[in-house]
């Protein structure tokens, strides 16, 4: 499936997801959602929708495959001093 991306590389916007420029790449394993909650099951582990979205990157395209950020980092928003 081709999915398309805009993830503000040096690529035009929709260009094909993981092609060698891209930042994302497509997720092998898609997140499953904990009924009724917003966790998630995601390489093994729950974690909350916020934690999925906000700090993994992580999208899902209308076509329901995920995409992520293809250097897998996350960073804390709050400082060390807090």
Do not use: A
Not at 9 to 34: A, D, M, Q
């Amino acid at each position: 499936m081709n999915m398309k991306c805009s993830c503000g590389c040096t690529l035009p916007p929709n260009h094909s997801l993981g092609s060698f420029e891209c930042f994302r790449e497509r997720v092998r394993t898609n997140p499953i959602k904990v009924k009724g909650d917003d966790r998630w099951f995601v390489d093994g582990g729950l974690i909350t929708g916020f934690t999925l979205r906000e700090q993994r990157g992580y999208h899902q395209h209308s076509c329901g495959n995920w995409s992520r950020p293809k250097d897998h980092e996350s960073t804390n928003s709050l400082s060390d001093e807090t």
